[in-house]
C-alpha cells in the first residue's frame, strides 16, 4: 500500500516536538537503563511505545471536559457515561474503573479462587498478572497461528476450540472462574478473532457453566477486521459488529485509554447483577465511588463523547489505513514484520532480525534500543522482557513471539512522521549486523517489569560493534 485516505479531521492545536543528535540519545538512553520506556519524553521525537492514553481528543471532547459534573456522588456525568457504554457495549452493569487493570484488579478479586485455571487467547502482562495475582494459572488457547508471525491467516486471534476442550477436560468446568478473551489479541499484533470463533467459545463455555470475558480494549479495530474479512458482515456497520462481538459474552473490562480517545479511564461491564454487586463494593475499595472509579466527571464526559466518534467508519479507517501504511512500506523493504497487520501497531520481528543473537540477549529489548538511536523513535518490546518469569519455576519466559512493537496513537501523527519512522526502521534493518551485543538485566523488578527494568550491553560498552 503506498498511502492512505486523508485523515478525517484537520489539526486546530499543536505539541512541539524536538528532533536530537546521536550523542544526546546515547547519553539519554545510558541514564535510562537501555529501556526505552525509563527515557523522559521530551528526549523522544515520535513516540510509538503505546497507543494508550496518547491519543489526541476532539473538539468535541474537549468541549465534553467542561461539561463535567465533579459531584462526588451520582454526578450527572456517570450517567451520561453509562449510558454511552450500555448503548454500543450493551452491558446492563456499568462500573466505572480509573483504568484497564483497575478493571482486571477488580474482575480477578470477584471470581478468581486460588489454584483455578483460566484459558485465554494469549495472554496480556497486566491481565496474567491479576489473574496469577488471585491464584490463578493462565493456559493460552488462541490458535496454532497466532505464534506463526509470517502466517496470514485472518483471525490469528480465534481461539483453538480443541485447546479449550482440553483445558475444561483437565481441569473441570468448577476450575474455571471464567475464559479471557481479547479483542484484538495485543500479544498477537493487533489481531482479530471472528465473531463466528468467539460465539463457538461463548457455545462451549456456557455449556459447561463457565462465563466468558472479553477484553474490550480494541474491540472497535476488531470490528473494522470483522467487516473487512469475516462472511456475512460486510454490510453491518462497526457499532454492529461492537454489539455483536459483546453480546456472546457475560462481561467484559475496557480500557478507554485505547479505542475510546480518551487519556484516561475504564469500566467494567456486566450482565449478573449479583457479580455486579460484588464487584461495585471492591470498587469502593480500591477505585473510588462506584459512580465515578477513580476518574473525574469530566474523564466520563470525555469518554463518552470518544465511545460516539470511535464507531464513525472514517475514523476507524483512517487510523487502521496509517498502521498499514507504516507496516506495508517496512514489509515492501524487506523488514520482518508480523502478517498480517494488525490494528493498532506494527510489530517487527526481532528473532528474525538479529538472527545473530540469542534470546538470552533480550533481542526486542535490543532493537527497541537501536531505534531510538538511531531516530529517537520509542517502541516497545514485547517478547521475553515482557512475559516476564514462570511464578513456579522463576525460569525466564521466553514466548515464540519477540518482537519490537511500534504502537499508532490515534490521530496523533501525521504521514510524515510515519515515512520518517519506516525510513529509519529500515535503516536499522540493513544494518543489523553492526548490532553484536544484546542486553542483560542490572535491575529487574517483580512484576510488569518491562515498565521499570535496567539493562547494560552484555559484554560491552555498547550494543554495537565499535
Ligand atoms: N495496554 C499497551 O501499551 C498499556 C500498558 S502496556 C505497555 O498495549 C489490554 C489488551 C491492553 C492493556 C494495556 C490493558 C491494561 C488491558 N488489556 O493500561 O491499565 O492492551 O488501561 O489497560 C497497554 P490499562
Not at 486523508?6 to 546521536?22: G, Q
Not at 456486566?270 to 459512580?291: C, I, Q
Request: charged fraction near 20%; proline fraction near 5%; aromatic fraction near 8%.
Amino acid at each position: 500500500m503506498t498511502g492512505y485516505p486523508p485523515e478525517p479531521w484537520r489539526v486546530k492545536m499543536v505539541e512541539p516536538i524536538r528532533a536530537t543528535t546521536r550523542e544526546y540519545r546515547e547519553q539519554a538512553l545510558r541514564a535510562a537503563g537501555w529501556n526505552p520506556c525509563l527515557l523522559r519524553s521530551e528526549d523522544v521525537y515520535v513516540d510509538l511505545f503505546t497507543d494508550s492514553g496518547t491519543n489526541a481528543m476532539s473538539d468535541r471532547q474537549w468541549s465534553a471536559l467542561m461539561r463535567g459534573d465533579e459531584a462526588y456522588a451520582g454526578a450527572r456525568s456517570f450517567y451520561v457515561f453509562e449510558e454511552a457504554v450500555r448503548a454500543h457495549y450493551g452491558y446492563e452493569h456499568v462500573i466505572p474503573v480509573h483504568q484497564g487493570r483497575g478493571g482486571e484488579n477488580i474482575l480477578s478479586r470477584c471470581l478468581i479462587r486460588p489454584g483455578t485455571h483460566i484459558p485465554g487467547n494469549m495472554y496480556f502482562p497486566s491481565t496474567r498478572a491479576h489473574q496469577e495475582l488471585n491464584g490463578a494459572t493462565f493456559h493460552d488457547v488462541i490458535i496454532d497461528e497466532a505464534h506463526d508471525p509470517s502466517c496470514e491467516h485472518p483471525f490469528k486471534g480465534d481461539v483453538d476450540l480443541g485447546k479449550l476442550r482440553a483445558v475444561i477436560a483437565e481441569f473441570g468446568p468448577e476450575s474455571i472462574p471464567y475464559v479471557s478473551i481479547a479483542a484484538t489479541v495485543n500479544m498477537a499484533g493487533g489481531q482479530p478473532i471472528s465473531v463466528a470463533n468467539l460465539a463457538e467459545v461463548g457455545e462451549l463455555a456456557h455449556a459447561n457453566g463457565i462465563p466468558v470475558f472479553l477484553d474490550t480494549a480494541r474491540a472497535i479495530e476488531n470490528a473494522w477486521f470483522v467487516q473487512q474479512r469475516e462472511p456475512g458482515w460486510a454490510n453491518a456497520s462497526i457499532a454492529e459488529i461492537l454489539l455483536a462481538l459483546c453480546a456472546v459474552t457475560d462481561g467484559a473490562v475496557m480500557s478507554s485509554k485505547k479505542d475510546s480517545l480518551v487519556n484516561i479511564g475504564g469500566w467494567i461491564g456486566l450482565r449478573d447483577s449479583e457479580l455486579a454487586e460484588k464487584a461495585r463494593g471492591l470498587v469502593l475499595l480500591y477505585e473510588g465511588l462506584h459512580t465515578y472509579g477513580g476518574m473525574a466527571g469530566r474523564d466520563m464526559e470525555a469518554i463518552a463523547a470518544g465511545i460516539a466518534e470511535s464507531v464513525e467508519e472514517d475514523h476507524v479507517r483512517a487510523r487502521i489505513a496509517q498502521v498499514e501504511h507504516l507496516g506495508g512500506r517496512l514489509r515492501d523493504a524487506g523488514v520482518p514484520v508480523i502478517l498480517p497487520l494488525g490494528g493498532h501497531c506494527v510489530c517487527v520481528d526481532a528473532t528474525a532480525t538479529l538472527s545473530h543473537l540469542p534470546r538470552t540477549g533480550f533481542t526486542a529489548q535490543t532493537l527497541a534500543a537501536a531505534v531510538y538511536l538511531q531516530a529517537g523513535v520509542r517502541g516497545v518490546e514485547r517478547g521475553a522482557v515482557s512475559a516476564g518469569r514462570d511464578p513456579v519455576t522463576g525460569e525466564n519466559r521466553f514466548p515464540p513471539l519477540e518482537f519490537l512493537r511500534l504502537a499508532i496513537p490515534r490521530r496523533v501523527y501525521t504521514r510524515s512522521h510515519i515515512d520518517y519512522v519506516a525510513d529509519n526502521v529500515i535503516e536499522v534493518h540493513q544494518r543489523r549486523d553492526d548490532i553484536v551485543r544484546g542486553l542483560a538485566f542490572t535491575y529487574e523488578p517483580r512484576h510488569l517489569r518491562f515498565f521499570q527494568a535496567r539493562f547494560a550491553p552484555d559484554g560491552g560498552e555498547t550494543i554495537f560493534a565499535r
